[in-house]
């Protein structure tokens, strides 16, 4: 499954952006069982940010971004989104697309997500 995300730019704190993730040519819900948003900020872990799992809609998201980031899908496009709203500068990372078949107890782990985007970078002044 290959990911393709878009989406990222610079923007002032306060300011929103829209991630995309396509995956052209598939049907999510054929290849894998769950997908989210990803992040990894220059001499920093990859992080979670939101993932969410496609049967049962089961959403969740880092403390850090709740009540600002919200992700949703488009099965029609095979297109993931991430609305990410109120940012600040500890938003800034590039962020990545990924999906496969997390475990129910460690969704949040990237362990669990075998396809990945190319990631796209996310920049917030301050």
């Known amino acids: 499954v290959q990911l393709q995300a878009s989406g990222g730019g610079l923007v002032q704190a306060g300011g929103s952006l829209r991630l995309s993730c396509a995956a052209p040519?598939?049907?999510?819900?054929?290849?894998?069982?769950?997908w989210g948003w990803f992040r990894q900020a220059p001499g920093k872990e990859r992080e979670s940010v939101a993932v969410?799992?496609?049967?049962?809609?089961?959403?969740l998201y880092a403390d850090s971004v709740k009540g600002r980031f919200t992700i949703s899908r488009n099965n029609a496009k095979n297109t993931l989104y991430l609305q990410m709203n109120n940012l600040t500068p500890e938003d800034t990372a590039i962020y990545y697309c990924a999906a496969g078949h997390p475990i129910s107890s460690s969704m949040l782990s990237p362990a669990g997500y075998r396809y990945w985007g190319q990631g796209t970078l996310v920049t917030v002044s301050s």
């Open positions: 969410n799992k496609l049967s049962g809609g089961t959403t």
């Open positions: 040519g598939r049907t999510f819900s054929g290849y894998v069982t769950g």
